[in-house]
Each structure stands twice: as C-alpha cells, then as structure tokens.
C-alpha cells in the first residue's frame, strides 16, 4: 500500500514474501492468490506491496526472459499487487527445514552473488510501476563474520565496484534506478551501524546504500536516532527498512522456560546481551551468542534481544516481550519531520512457521490474516505519525 508523508513524498508499505517456500513462477503466482490477494481484500485497499523474494535460479530465469517478466508484471497488476523492492538476502531454500548459516552463503566475495543481485535488478526494472521514483533490492550485510580476512575483504569490495557498474547499466538499458542496500545483521560482518559506517563508507551511494531491519537494530542495542544519524554522517543513505521487531527477555534467568519454547531448529536466533551496546565488535561472546539454545546454555548476561522476529501486533506473553518501542523510535526518527526519511518499507516476519506451536497459524487463510494485522498495526504506526494512508490508488502498470 501506499502513504503520503507530509512532505509529499510517496512511502511504499508491503510485506516481504520470503515467509513464503515457493522458488518457481508457477509457485509464486500460486501464492499471490493463496496469500497477497487476501492480505489486501482484508486491508481494504486497491493496492498492495510486496517485497518479492525471488530464489536464485527464478530469478536466472526471469532475468533473462523478457517475456516471462512481462507476465509476472501482467499477473501483479491483474491481482493490485505493485513491487517496488526485493528481497536479495537469502540466495535459496529459505524456508528449508534447516536454514542456519546456509543464509549467508554465497556471500559478496563470490561472483554468484553479484550475478543474483544483478539478475534481480534486470528483473525489478521491468516490474516497477510506471510512476515509482525508483527500486531496491536488500541483501546481505557482506558476509558471515568468521572467516574475514583482508583478502576476502578485497574481494568484497570489487564486487561492490562491479555492483555498481551493473545497476548503471540496468538504468542505461531500461531507464529505471535500481538501489542495492545492504542489511546489517547479528553475527555479520557488519552487525551494527557503526560496523556500517566503517566498513561501507567508500562505496557508490548513488546506487548503494543501507537497509535498516528494526530488529536487528535492536538486537545490536542501537539508540535508533543516533544510529540513523551515524548512518547519515558516514553519507550511507537508508534505502530500505524492514519493519520489524525481536523477542526481548529482561530477566533471562527467570524467563528460561519461556525461551526455551522458541528454540527450533530451522533460523539462527542470535542473541545480545545489553552489555553489546556500543561495542566494536557486538558478537564479543562476553555478551553474545549466535544461537538462542547457546545463549540459555551459557547463562548470557542480560538483558537479551534475541533475532526471532515477531508479529507486530502480537508480541510474546510474559515474561517475554518485544522490542516494540525500538521500531517506533526508529519510525519517529525517519518520519516526524519535513521529508520522509525512507520510501521502502517492508514488514518482514518470516518466522511464522517456527512460532512456537500455540502462535502459529495452522491455515493458509490464518497466516493471511496475520500479516494482514501485522500490515495494519505498521500502517497505523506510520498514520500515527501524520502519514496519509492512500486506500485507492492508480496502479501505473500500463507498460
């Protein structure tokens, strides 16, 4: 959906598909009318966004076939769907039952991670609609921390040069902005702004930039207005925010039994220590772990943020709570003020099928309503903050 910050610039809201398993077109267009259109019939509203995941290998597919994008964009429209961004982080298998570190590979030292993410932007273009000032692709933050050397640091960093070419060629050949923003993420090579700062400045922000995921935000224990304005300074622009929100426990100890009920195999649950905040490397194990079972079995230090994102409008019981109050300090900071200070913003909850068993929706049409509800609280978070809600919408899809 869209909003009007009152600025006047256009916000685009939607929802990300990679809590979705499909990795073939027949499988995407199949959960568009499973899931999308129910979304947005629930919402009221003409339109809705989503934040396409596309597997490498369907994303292969669609970049080279200009026929296919056209039917996929055709299959978008026919069904009020519109896709400003993607969806770049996990390269396959992302709803496999056991995911872990595979997520992080192949990382920005490879060339298959350059030849994804150019595929994706080649795809995008065509599927942006008419009147969208540009699009983005969100992907990870370089690489897992361990192994990083200075040279696979090189390595990264020509990518990153070769990235930049690439999107400049997809606008000279479809003349449409594609953004790469790369995601900071617990246990990464850059987990926390300020490892944004320092390891991406020196890059082409015309075209690269950062994607602000409001958990991870608050499991690095980041004062929101503080790390978008270190961000600002460091001249990384935000391209993306994923709004979303981690399990909180402030008494670990005694809320044990209740974090032992989101331990599942599938996610890394990385977990921070307050004592994270502010330091150079936040995975310092004194007050880290990179998995929710490790951390209950080390006694961390707490309290903990723990990387399992969460319904918005639905947070853990007690003792557990959420970081609800991150993600709304973060939105003040980006939205109270003359200009918008994002235009892309996903609801990313792609844990619903590992919620412990009494929170999970056991329907198709239960998981619909739920990111429906999680779309609305986001909505009216964003209304909250004198943003527009635009229910009716021209859908610019006439290419």
């Not at 039952?97 to 994804?116: A, F, G, I, N, S």
């Not at 020509?158 to 790369?182: I, P, S």
């Not at 300090?329 to 918008?340: H, I, K, N, S, V």
């Amino acid at each position: 959906m869209r909003l009007r910050h009152a600025g006047g610039d256009t916000v685009h809201l939607g929802y990300c598909t990679n809590v979705h398993p499909a990795e073939d077109l027949a499988g995407i267009l199949g959960q568009l009318d499973t899931y999308a259109v129910p979304v947005r019939e629930a919402l009221g509203s003409d339109l809705l966004g989503l934040g396409l995941w596309l597997a490498a290998p369907v994303a292969a597919e669609l970049a080279a076939d200009p026929t296919l994008r056209r039917r996929l964009r055709t299959e978008l429209g026919a069904r009020g769907l519109e896709v400003v961004t993607l969806n770049g982080f996990p390269y396959a298998a992302f709803q496999a039952p056991v995911v872990k570190q595979d997520v992080y590979h192949p990382d920005w030292t490879t060339e298959q991670r350059l030849t994804y993410t150019l595929d994706l932007a080649r795809v995008l273009a065509d599927l942006l609609p008419d009147d969208a000032a540009r699009g983005s692709i969100s992907t990870l933050p370089l690489a897992w921390r361990q192994p990083w050397d200075t040279d696979r640091a090189d390595a990264a960093r020509r990518r990153l040069d070769q990235l930049a070419a690439g999107l400049a060629a997809v606008q000279r050949d479809t003349g449409r902005e594609v953004r790469v923003a790369f995601e900071p993420e617990p246990g990464c090579v850059v987990e926390s702004t300020g490892q944004a700062a320092a390891l991406l400045s020196g890059m082409d922000t015309e075209r690269l930039g950062v994607c602000v995921d409001l958990a991870h935000l608050a499991c690095a224990w980041e004062e929101p207005a503080e790390a978008l304005e270190r961000l600002r300074a460091a001249g990384l622009p935000v391209v993306k925010v994923q709004v979303s929100a981690a399990v909180e426990a402030a008494d670990p100890e005694g809320g044990a039994d209740a974090l032992r009920r989101w331990v599942e195999p599938r996610f890394l649950h990385q977990t921070r220590g307050v004592g994270c905040a502010g330091l150079a490397d936040p995975a310092d194990p004194a007050y880290a772990a990179d998995d929710l079972d490790e951390a209950l079995d080390k006694a961390l230090p707490g309290p903990w943020r723990v990387h399992y994102h969460v319904p918005l409008h639905a947070p853990p019981e007690e003792p557990l709570g959420s970081t609800l109050p991150v993600l709304r300090a973060a939105l003040r900071a980006l939205f109270d003020g003359p200009t918008a200070g994002c235009d892309h913003l996903d609801v990313e909850t792609y844990t619903w099928g590992v919620l412990p068993a009494a929170r999970r929706p056991g329907t198709d049409a239960e998981l619909a309503a739920g990111i429906a509800a999680e779309l609305a609280f986001a909505r009216d978070e964003l209304v909250g903050l004198g943003l527009t809600a635009q229910r009716s919408v021209s859908m610019g899809v006439t290419r």
